[in-house]
């Protein structure tokens, strides 16, 4: 701040009137924002730390922030290397702030626990099992508790024992200095790997991890309606966990082997069959294939190529229940690739009976081999 005398309530952002509380929330919130370790290589933030730290050092003490406000000053002002932080409680305050506790004070970790590997299963269905439902049984491996060692990864009849970089904290503190001061920080025991302990002689038959491979059978009812990529998860069926972790999930992916008869959209399924040019022009009644029964479909009289007719209720259930999707056929008509002569002198008297221009192609067999002598 030099010997300018700038408000230091206004440094804070603060006003004159504010609580003691309020002037410590602006000050943490600021000396996060400008703290050096925030701001590498900047010289103004760091300026700007100082400056907030003196307007603290002086607002946060009741004696000096008295004299400040009935003569705008203090003794402390404008002297470098002052009460710059407040007095060893707001050394703590910006330990806390940064470090999560103040300075010298150790935290026991958590009880180590590594958690089990999830498991993925494939299920191939049908849309017979897509329509009514199904029962699969499953097999896969997972990782459980060795049953030699029970988990613990020590050789039966020995036990595990303390580590001995880390004492059994789990951690390692290493101490810093720093212009603030030394700082304590805790990393993860990369002897133990957290856990507090270790095995002096190993599980011959898991060699120490506490876990082998097993396999495992499951019956599982898959409800009707799932859409192929959906899954079923089973908790706790994965891997085991070690020490205080938690077991690991199953999860069963459900695919939804395609059927080439149909194309499912959702609940709705879509289809295609040929008709005749007679059946189009006359109408009919033909059976097609649905999911797992016939079905009976009425073609109109005049049904032109693409028509789409529904059935209601031909398609797919939902998931959680209800009415069943329509099934969508596509009338796809035939036209014959050859004719008969006796065929396509029909087809010209047609033509001529509606009164349409005669086709210039000679339509049958005869009359294509004829056309190529020429």
Do not use: W
């Amino acid at each position: 701040m030099g010997s300018t005398m700038t408000d230091l309530y206004e440094v804070l952002g603060v006003s004159r009137d504010a609580s003691a509380d309020e002037i410590k929330s602006a000050y943490r919130r600021l000396a996060r924002k400008y703290h050096p370790d925030v701001n590498p290589g900047d010289a103004e933030a760091e300026e700007k730390f100082k400056e907030i730290g003196q307007a603290y050092a002086i607002l946060s003490d009741p004696e000096k922030k008295a004299r400040y406000d009935q003569f705008g000053a203090t003794d402390d002002q404008g002297i470098p290397g002052g009460d710059f932080f407040g007095g060893a409680g707001n050394i703590g305050d910006l330990f806390e702030m940064f470090f999560g506790a103040t300075g010298g004070t150790t935290r026991r970790p958590r009880a180590y626990g590594r958690d089990g590997e999830d498991v993925r299963v494939d299920v191939q269905l049908t849309l017979q099992d897509v329509l009514t439902g199904a029962s699969k049984t499953i097999e896969y491996r997972r990782m459980a508790h060795c049953p030699e060692c029970n988990g613990t990864g020590a050789e039966k009849g020995t036990d595990r024992v303390q580590c001995p970089s880390c004492s059994g904290q789990g951690v390692v503190t290493r101490v810093q200095s720093t212009f603030l001061g030394q700082i304590r920080t805790q990393t993860t025991c990369s002897t133990c790997g957290g856990e507090g302990t270790v095995v002096e002689r190993r599980c011959p038959l898991c060699s120490g991890r506490g876990l082998s491979s097993v396999d495992e059978r499951l019956t599982i009812d898959i409800p009707p309606g799932v859409e192929a990529g959906s899954h079923i998860t089973f908790r706790g069926k994965g891997g085991d966990g070690v020490g205080a972790g938690s077991p690991g999930d199953l999860f069963v992916v459900l695919d939804v082997v395609p059927d080439p008869r149909f194309v499912r959209e959702g609940t709705t399924l879509h289809a295609k069959v040929e008709v005749s040019f007679a059946q189009a022009a006359l109408g009919d009644h033909v059976v097609i294939d649905g999911v797992g029964e016939e079905v009976g479909l009425d073609i109109p009289a005049g049904t032109q190529p693409a028509t789409l007719v529904r059935v209601r209720g031909g398609g797919l259930p939902r998931l959680h229940g209800g009415a069943r999707g329509d099934l969508m056929v596509e009338i796809q008509v035939r036209v014959p690739e050859r004719l008969s002569e006796a065929e396509a002198k029909l087809i010209r008297e047609f033509a001529e009976l509606r009164g349409e221009d005669q086709p210039k192609g000679g339509g049958s067999i005869l009359g294509g081999l004829f056309k190529k002598k020429k």
